[in-house]
């Protein structure tokens, strides 16, 4: 064995201990090697993944307070919502085991409508100006919120939209992955929720697809990502999504990330996105309030001028 293969091995063992130690509950992501690196030979000490990718740490997040139980199998879900068709990619990898795919893990999303709405909380305002929600031809339960297992290379894939703003946020969605669960018909019970987490995009995608209807309808201040209040700034670590594709033909969003499938993880859903707590039982808007929306007026998120941030989205 040469001195070169020597070091590289030892850098490899230090940096998954340090991995390990920082793990916590065990929770991870797998982000590429930085440009121009090269990526490390397979090696029992690291946690290199067989692709090259390495797992490194990736904290929990919020399950914020809009998560409802008994999420539907299915790719698509988007129940007919208009906004840019967005592809979701999410490949889920077994820490402990050199980070290869976990096959049979369950993926979970959900997320806002174009207009910054959640189904079954649309009671709820998203802030700004906005039209009354339209749950036209969808399930005002259900849209917008789908899982799916994910397969022998450890993906999992949805069909949906790029998802809207709602006060103080930057655009983002929301997952969950869990193993160990059983099917009950069209959802699923039981298991372990493994890791929690919101996925972001970068603020020049969301820039290009507010300045498309029916975005442009949500008129007001969002959040950029800088200023979020959940998002840590560590890129792919902490759920930046890569992106390709543009607003006028869709947008392909990826991430790979990495748990550890026999720990559970018990997700906050207190208020750290400044926000009040979310009740799946309130009065729908329909019956208590009127359209169009003005958050001055009637938004519980509070006045105009205590957004998290203040960048303006394009206008029409």
């Given at each position: 064995m040469t001195d070169s293969a020597i070091t590289r091995r030892?850098?490899?063992?230090?940096?998954?201990?340090?991995?390990?130690?920082?793990?916590g509950l065990g929770l991870a992501s797998?982000?590429?090697p930085r440009r121009g690196s090269r990526a490390p030979a397979p090696d029992?000490?690291?946690?290199?993944?067989?692709?090259?990718?390495?797992c490194v740490l990736a904290?929990?997040?919020?399950?914020?307070?809009?998560?409802?139980?008994?999420?539907?199998?299915?790719?698509?879900?988007?129940e007919g919502?208009?906004?840019?068709?967005?592809?979701?990619?999410?490949?889920?990898?077994?820490h402990p085991h050199t980070c290869g795919p976990l096959k049979g893990a369950l993926v979970e999303i959900w997320?806002?409508?174009?207009?910054?709405?959640?189904?079954?909380?649309?009671?709820?305002?998203?802030?700004?100006?906005?039209?009354?929600?339209?749950?036209?031809?969808?399930?005002?339960?259900?849209?917008?919120r789908g899982c799916q297992t994910t397969g022998a290379d450890g993906v999992a894939e949805f069909t949906t939209i790029f998802p809207g703003w709602y006060k103080s946020r930057a655009p983002h969605l929301y997952v969950k992955v869990h193993t160990g669960v059983s099917r009950t018909g069209r959802s699923f019970e039981g298991g372990r929720a493994n890791w929690t987490g919101q996925l972001f995009f970068d603020d020049r995608y969301a820039d290009e697809v507010y300045a498309k209807a029916p975005y442009t309808e949500h008129r007001g201040t969002r959040g950029r990502l800088?200023?979020?209040?959940?998002?840590?700034?560590?890129?792919?670590?902490?759920?930046?999504?890569?992106?390709?594709?543009?607003?006028?033909?869709?947008?392909?969003?990826?991430?790979?990330?990495?748990?550890?499938?026999?720990?559970?993880?018990?997700?906050?859903?207190?208020?750290d996105e400044g926000l009040p707590s979310a009740d799946p039982s309130s009065p729908s808007p329909s019956t208590s309030l009127r359209p169009p929306y003005d958050e001055a007026s009637v938004s519980p998120y509070g006045s105009p001028d205590d957004a998290a941030s203040a960048s303006r989205p394009a206008t029409p």
């Open positions: 030892r850098a490899l063992a230090l940096g998954g201990a340090a991995t390990g130690a920082l793990l797998c982000s590429a029992a000490a690291s946690n290199a993944a067989p692709d090259g990718q390495l904290p929990s997040t919020t399950e914020g307070p809009y998560y409802l139980a008994g999420a539907l199998f299915r790719r698509d879900i988007t919502r208009k906004g840019v068709p967005l592809t979701v990619r999410l490949t889920v990898r077994d997320q806002p409508d174009a207009w910054g709405y959640f189904s079954g909380y649309t009671a709820l305002h998203p802030g700004g100006r906005v039209p009354a929600v339209d749950t036209a031809g969808a399930n005002p339960a259900t849209c917008l800088a200023r979020d209040r959940v998002y840590r700034g560590g890129g792919e670590r902490d759920g930046l999504m890569r992106v390709t594709g543009n607003a006028d033909r869709g947008l392909v969003a990826s991430l790979t990330v990495g748990v550890d499938p026999t720990r559970e993880n018990i997700a906050s859903t207190a208020d």
